[in-house]
């Protein structure tokens, strides 16, 4: 077996022997038989606590290659992303491709060779497992990453009366189509229907592999846009075929759109929306994160993130629950000693630097480099019978601090 392989089965494994509600898991084997999925594939799915009826599943579609399908695995386990799932009551969706080398990418990003009935597949079984059956009628929003984009653009032309809107970074398969590189789909009315934002990286550009296919993503925005349709253009300042911060712009197109989309039963129609430089965009409100994410490609917010809730300390250990901050997600936590600070959670950055640096990290998938990092602090400074005040402050990726919430004591 392939040594790249081997390795994501097991990390595969190690996940699917820890998982538990809220999070479920399925993994499907590879198939031999025509237009079935030709490699495995394991989803994870994220469902909010208390959700009573989920409305959408937010579906987080890593690119090509073995590296980004190992991002995929964590998908579902983002606070930032769960922080805006939560606020739809949508489930939160990552799918993570076993594949046996770099080059076999199209056997599952083309949809129509076996990965939109696995994905239907798994709708299906999660929503046995979440005693949820919505799951198999209600919308979708999808985000994909260059192969994932590619995978997104057919799943458009395939069920466009499903989705509420599409987030491409870096990647669709409107290129692959024109040149007779895969079969042309249908393009249906509703195709010019579904809004959709389009974002690449400046440096990419200049990069030989990835460049020239973005000229072609902006040729499929012109026209769609000539039918209509409902869709932007941008521009990331800061990074390349990387993620980089798009997530910042990524949640506040969903959020606005599911705010226009989401109704008691079939979606509706996207509103009219402000148009600046041919690019439709939901509302006034995403406009300006969308002109201010052009100029700088980082997370900009005004306001605190909540505060920390459940702190308490227990035999010299504090622990803490927190929710993300939906403008600008979770950076860390500062920990204060009778009114002083005395540490900062992460103590460094988390992973490689790949955008803004948050709590649980960030992968150039855009997911993050820990599922689930301990909210904990020891002190070990402190001396036996000493008796102290803590407060926890949470800190979110624009450097804004929110109410300190105190600890109450467990012994």
């Keep these: 077996m ?31 038989k025509p237009n079935e999925l030709a490699m495995g594939v394991t989803y994870t ?12 599943v937010i579906v987080h579609q890593h690119g090509c290659g073995i590296s980004s399908a190992k991002t995929g695995l ?6 930032h992303w769960q922080a805006l799932a939560k606020k739809w009551d949508c489930a939160l969706l990552g799918p993570s491709y076993h594949l046996p080398n770099d080059k076999e990418c199209r056997n599952w990003c083309d949809p129509r060779r076996g990965s939109d009935a696995a994905f239907q597949r798994a709708l299906g079984d999660f929503a046995k497992q979440s005693q949820h059956p919505e799951l198999t009628t209600v919308p979708w929003c999808l985000w994909g990453h260059s192969g994932g984009g590619f995978w997104s653009s057919l799943m458009l032309t395939l069920h466009p009366e499903r989705i509420a809107a599409i987030f491409f970074r870096s990647g669709s398969a409107y290129g692959a189509w024109t040149k007779g590189e895969i079969p042309e ?41 000539s039918h209509g349709a409902p869709g932007g253009m941008s521009s990331d300042p800061l990074s390349g075929h990387e993620c980089g911060d798009s997530r910042y712009l990524a949640i506040a197109f969903f959020d606005a759109c599911l705010k226009q ?7 509706k129609p996207a509103g009219k929306g402000v148009v600046i430089d041919d690019s439709w965009l939901p509302d006034a409100e995403f406009a300006k994160v969308w002109d201010r ?13 909540p505060a920390p809730t459940n702190v308490v300390l227990k035999n010299g250990t504090l622990t803490w629950n927190a929710e993300a901050d939906l403008e600008s997600g979770l950076a860390g936590f500062v920990i204060e000693r009778d ?19 948050l709590f649980q990290g960030l992968s150039g998938g855009d997911t993050p480099v820990v599922a689930e990092p301990e909210m904990k602090y020891i002190d070990s ?19 804004l601090r929110s109410v300190p919430a105190s600890s109450s004591v467990n012994n």
């Design 293 to 305: 994410y052009n100029k700088n490609g980082k997370p900009e917010d005004t306001t605190p993130p």
């Design 185 to 225: 789909p249908t393009l249906t009315p509703a195709v010019y229907t579904v809004p959709f934002l389009f974002i690449g990286g400046v440096k990419e550009a200049q990069d030989k592999a990835h460049g020239p296919p973005r000229i072609l993503d902006k040729a499929m925005w012109s026209l769609w846009r």
């Design 261 to 267: 989309r989401l109704g008691d039963g079939a979606l």
């Design 339 to 357: 009114g002083k600070e005395i540490a900062r959670l992460p103590e460094k950055p988390v992973g490689k630097k790949m955008g803004t640096p």
């Design 45 to 56: 799915l994220w469902v909010p606590p208390g959700a009573k009826t989920l409305r959408g």
């Design 381 to 399: 400074t402190a001396k036996a019978g000493e008796k102290h005040a803590y407060r926890v402050i949470t800190v979110n990726a624009a450097g």
């Design 74 to 79: 964590t998908a579902a386990y983002d606070l």
């Design 2 to 32: 392939n040594t790249y392989l081997f390795a994501l089965l097991a990390l595969v494994s190690s996940v699917a022997a820890e998982i538990a509600s809220p999070y479920y898991s399925v993994t499907y084997e590879a198939s031999q």
